[in-house]
């Protein structure tokens, strides 16, 4: 596609429910990108995922969150039992290698509130 | 633990003023250097990138890097009220991990 798309764009959820956001990354990109960002705050680094290579989860807050690529471009962010400090963007990004000279793009983010 | 630093401001500066944004890293071996702007309520979009200390420029916009002082700044030339965003530094180090960190962002006011 043109650009990273994300989806659902947004989320209401009761607490304690699962919810999976999804991320499509730009066509040949190798490497992608979670980040969550809270209100009026930076962006925090989830986790990455660089072709085949195991992912790099350091960035996970809990054993609630996970993700998986399949086939090396859609991936897929679960968190499970949600609670209510879950409420952020998520955003996804990619790029097309992980060199340094590769730039990120980002998608429109899946703005997800927990009730 | 790597940081990136931004002042959060806001920064206020009048229409057609020149605004300097400004950004710290602890990171030595960082080789990768962004600035993205980010309007409410939407996501990063890239404006300028920087691997190289000295400045670079493209349009409006300049960025500075200078790796021994370990800073990286932004300057806007010709403000415009559609500058009001919040801009913000990312920083990659070279081999290894190649995630970006990102400072939180400083918020730009332009005034008519």
């Known amino acids: 596609g043109a650009g990273v798309s994300q989806s659902p764009s947004n989320k209401v959820t009761e607490k304690g429910k699962d919810v999976e956001l999804r991320c499509d990354p730009i066509s040949g990109h190798t490497a992608l990108y979670w980040y969550r960002q809270s209100l009026g705050q930076g962006l925090e680094f989830l986790i990455y995922f660089q072709g085949n290579s195991a992912p790099d989860k350091s960035g996970l807050p809990s054993d609630r969150f996970s993700a998986e690529r399949t086939g090396g471009s859609v991936s897929t962010l679960t968190i499970q039992r949600t609670q209510q400090e879950d409420s952020a963007v998520y955003l996804c990004?990619?790029?097309?290698?992980?060199?340094?000279?590769?730039?990120?793009?980002f998608g429109e983010g899946s703005w997800l509130t927990v009730v | 633990q790597k940081e990136v630093e931004q002042n959060s401001g806001p920064l206020s500066v009048p229409e057609g003023a020149i605004a300097s944004l400004n950004c710290t890293y602890s990171?030595?071996?960082?080789?990768?250097f962004f600035w993205y702007r980010q309007y409410s309520g939407k996501s990063p979009e890239l404006i300028m990138s920087i691997y190289s200390n000295g400045d670079k420029e493209d349009g409006r916009f300049t960025a500075q890097l200078n790796k021994a002082s370990q800073y990286v700044s932004l300057l806007i030339r010709d403000s415009q009220p559609s500058d009001s965003a919040t801009y913000l530094c990312a920083v990659r180090a070279s081999g290894g991990s190649y995630i970006p960190t990102f400072g939180r962002g400083t918020s730009l006011i332009v005034h008519p």
């Open positions: 990004a990619s790029s097309l290698a992980s060199g340094n000279g590769n730039t990120i793009y």
């Open positions: 990171d030595r071996v960082s080789q990768s």
